[in-house]
C-alpha cells in the first residue's frame, strides 16, 4: 500500500520568498517515483517535478527543488521567488513501480497564498 | 493534439439516476484512470485499467463501473446516484509500462452535483 502525508492544510506566503510543501510517504515498493502537481483555481492539474527513488541528485525545474530525504522518506517542494501566480492547491504524489500497475496516489494537498 | 479528453464538464443529477462519463485519449496510452476529488481535498483512485479488456479496482470503487473495450475509451459508470458522489472527476492516462516517471495526463474534470 501506499500513503502520502501533506500536513499543511494552507499556507501564506510574501512575494518574492521561498516556500516549502512538507511531503511525506510510504510505500513497500524499492522504485518508485515522487511527483509534485499544482492545481490552480481553474482546476487543471499541471506536472512540475518529478523525483525517482534510485535518483541521487534532487530534482530542479526553473523556479521548483525537491528537497528528495530517502532515508526519512520525505519529498519537499521548495518554491522559490514566489509569485502571484503561484497560488493554488500542491499536491504531493507518488507512482508505485509495476506491481502496484504504476498507481499515482496522491497526498490531501497544501493551498499556498501568495500575498502581494 | 486533444490529449486526454473528457465529457460533460459538468453535470447536475437526481438521488437514483445513473450516468456515464466519458473518457478518451489519443496517445495510444495503455494506463488509464479515474480519479474523484471531493472540495479541498486530494485525488482518490476508484478505478484503473492496465490495457484493453483489462480493469481493477482503486480505492473507492463502490458505485461505479467501468469498461475497457478499446485503447482510446474509458468511460466511468454511476448507477443509482448518491449525494456522496458529488465530486469533479478526473480521467488520466499514461504509457506505461516503462517506468516510475512517468507522469500522468489529465483530461479538465467533470464537476457532478447529485441532488
Known amino acids: 500500500a501506499q500513503k502520502i502525508t501533506q500536513t499543511q492544510p494552507g499556507m501564506f506566503v510574501q512575494e518574492k520568498e521561498a516556500v516549502t510543501l512538507d511531503c511525506t510517504y510510504d510505500?513497500?515498493?524499492?522504485?518508485?517515483?515522487l511527483f509534485w502537481y499544482k492545481q490552480p483555481s481553474s482546476g487543471e492539474m499541471i506536472f512540475l517535478i518529478y523525483?525517482?527513488?534510485?535518483?541521487?541528485q534532487n530534482a530542479t525545474e526553473g523556479r521548483y527543488s525537491l528537497n528528495f530525504q530517502k532515508a526519512r522518506k520525505s519529498a519537499n517542494l521548495v518554491i522559490s521567488a514566489s509569485q502571484l501566480g503561484d497560488s493554488a492547491m500542491y499536491f504531493c504524489?507518488?507512482?508505485?513501480?509495476?506491481?502496484?500497475?504504476?498507481?499515482?496516489?496522491f497526498g490531501a494537498g497544501t493551498t499556498v497564498t501568495v500575498r502581494a | 493534439n486533444a490529449g486526454v479528453t473528457q465529457t460533460p464538464k459538468f453535470r447536475i443529477l437526481k438521488i437514483g439516476q445513473s450516468m456515464t462519463l466519458q473518457c478518451a485519449q489519443d496517445m495510444n496510452h495503455n494506463y488509464m484512470y479515474w480519479y474523484r476529488q471531493d472540495p479541498g481535498m486530494g485525488l482518490k483512485l476508484i478505478y484503473y485499467s492496465v490495457g484493453a479488456g483489462i480493469t481493477d479496482k482503486g480505492e473507492v470503487p463502490n458505485g461505479y463501473n467501468v469498461s475497457r473495450s478499446t485503447t482510446e475509451d474509458f468511460p466511468l459508470r454511476l448507477e443509482l446516484a448518491a449525494p456522496s458522489q458529488t465530486s469533479v472527476y478526473f480521467c488520466?492516462?499514461?504509457?506505461?509500462?516503462?517506468?516510475?516517471?512517468?507522469?500522468?495526463?489529465f483530461g479538465s474534470g467533470t464537476q457532478l452535483s447529485v441532488l
Open positions: 510505500t513497500s515498493d524499492q522504485s518508485y517515483g
Open positions: 504524489a507518488m507512482r508505485g513501480s509495476r506491481s502496484n500497475d504504476y498507481k499515482l496516489s
Open positions: 488520466a492516462s499514461s504509457h506505461g509500462g516503462i517506468g516510475t516517471n512517468e507522469k500522468l495526463f
Open positions: 523525483q525517482g527513488s534510485y535518483d541521487e
